[in-house]
């Protein structure tokens, strides 16, 4: 039966293509890419291999469920929940509040641009969410670089640069999460691996926005900070401290989430009530990825069965030649995917079977696929005008930011593409 599959060819990866674009048509459609809830969209593709691929229905049905259940993804799931739940309760104790008003705090007009770079940069590295950081600081951002006579596509790039920083890096960013468990690496290592890429890409996008501030005419000081709470900033140093000494995933957030709560309940913000509501709340705020990571393993698992993986593999290999063009498979394979789904994680989601395959298949080292997989997709992200990110900024700017122009001054994720492919073009294979 196990051959049968396999010499299904092109029909094997058909669910696929109809998760994708089912996913895309509707966004196309609505003029909105999130219209369609992800999950219902992955359904799609799961009919449509119960329908197309042979065997009975019980077959068909263990290998989903199977899919669905596999340690890997399973893992996912519960980070996620964890990562939702700590974010929620470290913004309902003030964490966010304190670490954006004391950004404000000390930032001067001249280095406006560099400091929103920063501070989006660093709020969305602790939160691990690039949406909640434009979200959270556009507003504010926005209403200063108009009474500051900043030019505001420059202070956008700045915004959305900084907020897609954090979305590649961060140990509880869904991207590095999917990335990480798809290719089977420890988040530390992935980490290390995309800091010598990322960081140097940030230092030299900083540099460049420090110029431009200092070459820019403004009017007005950047004093409208609210109070902020030192204090109230230790959950995220706390997570990111032990995450960078490698202590268990599990442990990281639950610590967090835990130092979170003891903050709240010591500053009155939060009681023990509050507290399990909050946790929850995060609890729910990550359903449809959740769902997704679930539907998608399952579906992953019948294209897998049918020889769909194997398809991708052959046609795939046929443009590979050594493990840098792997690694450049690798990246080539998220953008497209991230192209028709405008959203980085399910982009790597679907990618990431396929993507540990070639890794495996050329021998590459794990930590660095990884790392490509996520910067690929956070840098096609980025840019595409029906993404999340560039839609809510330039929504929240009433429209007065120019996507060409954001586009054009989005110095840090062009460098980050750069010094990426660099990186793959000049590393020294594995012996």
Known sequence: MQQEYRSLGFISIIPLLVFVFTFLGFGIYNN??????????????????????????????DTFLKGCGDGKILTMCIIYL????????????????????????YISPQYFP????????????????????????????IELATKSGSPLSMIGAALLCGAMFGDNLSIISDTTIAATQSLEVQMKDKFRTN????????????VIFISIGLNTATTAS??????????????????????????????TLFAGL?????????????DFMGFTKKTYEGFTGMSEIFFLSLL??????????????????????????SKKTALLGIGGLVSAANLCTANNTIAILISGKVAKEINDKYSLDAKSSASVLDIFACYVQGLIPYGAQVLILISLSKFKINYLELIANAYYLH???????GFILFKKSNK
Do not use: C
């Open 32 to 61: 909105d890419f999130y219209a369609l809830p992800s999950p219902v969209a992955a359904l799609f593709g799961i009919v449509a291999a119960f329908i197309i691929f042979k065997g009975n229905i019980h077959q068909k049905a």
């Open 82 to 105: 964890l990562a939702g739940a700590f974010a929620t309760v470290s913004e309902a104790v003030g964490s966010v509040d304190s670490i954006v008003n004391l950004g404000m705090t």
């Open 114 to 141: 560099a400091g929103v770079f920063v501070m989006a940069s660093f709020l969305s590295f602790a939160s691990g969410t690039s949406v909640g950081s434009i979200v959270t600081l556009a507003p504010i951002v």
């Open 195 to 206: 800091f010598k890429i990322a960081v140097p890409s940030a230092m030299i996008a900083t």
């Open 222 to 251: 950047l004093s409208a900070a609210g109070d902020f709470n030192l204090w109230l900033i230790l959950p995220y140093l706390l997570v990111i401290g032990l995450a960078l000494y490698g202590v268990n995933v599990f442990v």
């Open 258 to 270: 835990l130092l979170a709560g003891i903050l709240g309940f010591f500053t009155g913000a939060i």
């Open 296 to 321: 998608t393993g399952g579906l992953a698992a019948l294209v897998e069965r049918a020889g769909g993986i194997q398809f991708l593999l052959n046609k795939i290999s046929k443009l590979i030649s």
């Open 415 to 421: 460098i980050l593409l750069i010094i990426t492919i």
